[in-house]
């Protein structure tokens, strides 16, 4: 499969290119040449590419390594939605999709933000696979907040900042 999308060899993981323009290559559309301008001093080429191979991979992974704890927590939460209102709602005519949208996801929408918002906290998190896998490799492009912070404090021995005085003298 990877083959097919112009991911060359064995070495797949080490391939820097967004998974973008992977996609894209067979279509006869080639990665523009960077140029100046984008936002964080990045060629706009490079915020399209989407993430590399080697992210999706560890994306992948982490989708995998969370998605049943959360299933479990969306399963008790589909249990404690009230019975009543649903009877209610297919009495007063309502269809399945229509059951969905206005009874189980409002009951649902506590458990939905605590969900997302685990979720987001874990992605800022991702510590251990980004230094089993590769280290930020290929290129850089598996970097994470978690993962910089160790580099920044283990490997560069810069383990704080002083915070610049705003007083004047």
């Known amino acids: 499969m990877l083959g097919g999308l112009g991911v060359k060899g064995p070495n797949w993981f080490a391939d820097p290119r967004g998974l973008v323009w992977l996609v894209l290559k067979p279509f006869g559309v080639d990665r523009p040449a960077p140029t100046a301008g984008g936002p964080l001093g990045l ?6 590419a989407g993430p590399s191979v080697a992210m999706c991979t560890l994306i992948l992974m982490a989708v995998w390594t969370t ?21 209610a ?9 229509q059951l969905l949208r206005h009874v189980t996801l409002p009951a649902l ?15 800022w998190q991702v510590f251990d696979q980004i230094y089993v896998m590769g280290r930020g490799a290929p290129g850089n492009t598996t970097l994470t907040p978690a993962y910089l912070s160790y580099s ?3 490997d560069n ?3 704080g900042r002083p915070v610049p005085s705003t007083r004047s003298a």
């Open 67 to 87: 998605s049943g704890t959360f299933m479990l927590i969306f399963l008790a939460a589909l249990q404690d939605v009230p019975r009543e209102l649903e009877e």
């Open 89 to 97: 709602a297919a009495l007063d005519g309502a269809n399945r999709r």
């Open 109 to 123: 929408r506590p458990v939905l933000f605590l969900v997302l918002t685990l979720g987001l906290i874990s992605t």
């Open 152 to 154: 920044a404090g283990f």
């Open 43 to 48: 060629p706009w080429s490079e915020w399209f």
């Open 157 to 159: 021995a810069d383990y």
